[in-house]
Structures are given as C-alpha cells and as structure tokens.
C-alpha cells in the first residue's frame, strides 16, 4: 500500500516554455500534498502544502505564479512549471500524507521528476 | 526555521559491518521518520516513530526516538551491497503540522 506515481518520470524542455508534472496517490486518498524539489547532493527543499480543494501554500521564496499547484482530488495534484528557465532545471518530488492510526502522518513520496530546461 | 542536524554527512563501510547515523535538532518533534533514497528515486520510508523513547525495527534496521524529542538515530546491522544510498531523516512539529523537516542526508557506501 501506500503507493504515490509522477508522471512524467523526467522530461525536457524549452526555455519560456511551461511544463505540467502529476502526482497520484494510487491506493489511498491524500488530502494533503506537498512538492519538493531537489538539487543534486542536495536535501529535498518543500516548495508548497498543496490541500485538496484549496489553495496551496507556499514556502518562503517560492514564486507562486511561476509553480502553480492544482489539487483537485483526492488523489491528484499537479505542478505546472511555467515560463521555464534553466535554472528551474531540478528533481522535482511530490509526497502524499497518510493519517496513520496513532495519529500522527506519514508521507509516501513519488520516485520524483527530472526536468531540464534547455 | 528549524533545522535538522544530520550525521555523518557520509560512510565508506564493508559489508558485513553495522552502520549508526543520528539527527539532532534544537526543536522538540513529536515524529521522526527515515528515509532512503537511491539515486533518480524518490524517498522510501523506513521507520517511523510517534513516542519519545520509543525504539522500532524493520528488518536489519534499528531507530529510535529520543526522551528529549530532539534526536533520533538509525542503526544498520550487518551491512549489504543494497544497503548503498543516502538516508534522510525527517521531522514532524510539535504543532500537529503535516510538514516535514529534512537533514541534509548521510551518504553509505557499502563495500563488498
């Protein structure tokens, strides 16, 4: 159980161009979200809390227009990289929250997406 | 913001030989989990931990909570070639927040 796909698994693309990543929580309905990205040899950097139905919130010096995020099910979320740049280039990871029977949350992580803006 | 204080930042060990990683903080969490992750993948869960003091296995792993809620350590025994990867730990607030707080990562190294 406890399953979270990206989809796609990398992709690359023009400079100026805007670029939509997936995130699936396969086997359990995830009410909160949440998209990493991350910097080679680098520790995963939270972009935004993405809840189903609302809108995200974001971290400190995250551009909000520039990482739209849509979660509008259970099961989906999605980051639309828009206007791309080079430096946007990274691995770009979602996680799922589970509220697990002691009451605290776990977060299941999706095997991330490669994106590079040539 | 709070940080998480992770080490060793990395580990060249032999196979066969047991492995120990900590993470400290100057906050209280009231969870710590840990993760690994193999390169181009995203982080898999190992072992969470909701209870100060609390010890759990999975497997050859070991971890536990610290009585403080500041700490939380990972102990690999008996190490294999697939055991190679970067492990994170990971903090959740005292506040009931969802978020996460991430150490930076110790790099293992498994030699056969």
């Known amino acids: 159980g406890a399953v979270v796909s990206q989809h796609p698994s990398w992709v690359i693309c023009k400079s100026g161009t805007s670029v939509k990543i997936e995130c699936r929580s396969l086997d359990f309905q995830a009410t909160t979200m949440f998209w990493y990205r991350q910097f080679p040899k680098q520790s995963l950097m939270l972009m935004a809390t993405s809840n189903e139905g609302s809108k995200a919130t974001y971290e400190q010096g995250v551009e909000k227009d520039k990482f739209l995020i849509n979660h509008a099910s259970l099961t989906l979320s999605t980051l639309t990289v828009t206007s791309a740049h080079p430096e946007d280039s990274s691995f770009y990871i979602c996680?799922?929250?589970?509220?697990?029977?002691?009451?605290?949350?776990?977060?299941?992580f999706g095997p991330g997406t490669r994106l590079t803006v040539t | 913001g709070q940080q998480l204080n992770q080490s060793p930042q990395s580990m060249f060990i032999q196979e066969g030989e047991d492995v120990s990683m900590n993470c400290t903080s100057s906050s209280i969490f009231n969870t710590w989990l840990w993760y690994k992750q193999d390169p181009g993948e995203g982080p898999v869960l190992l072992i969470a931990?909701?209870?100060?003091?609390e010890l759990t296995s999975n497997g050859r792993l070991t971890a536990q909570f610290g009585i403080t809620r500041k700490d939380s350590f990972l102990n690999i025994s008996a190490s294999i070639p697939s055991d190679v990867g970067i492990y994170f730990c990971a903090g959740q607030t005292q506040g009931g927040s969802e978020k996460l707080v991430f150490g930076k990562g110790t790099k293992l190294t498994v030699n056969p």
């Open positions: 996680s799922a929250s589970s509220l697990m029977l002691a009451g605290a949350y776990e977060q299941y």
């Open positions: 931990l909701y209870k100060a003091g």
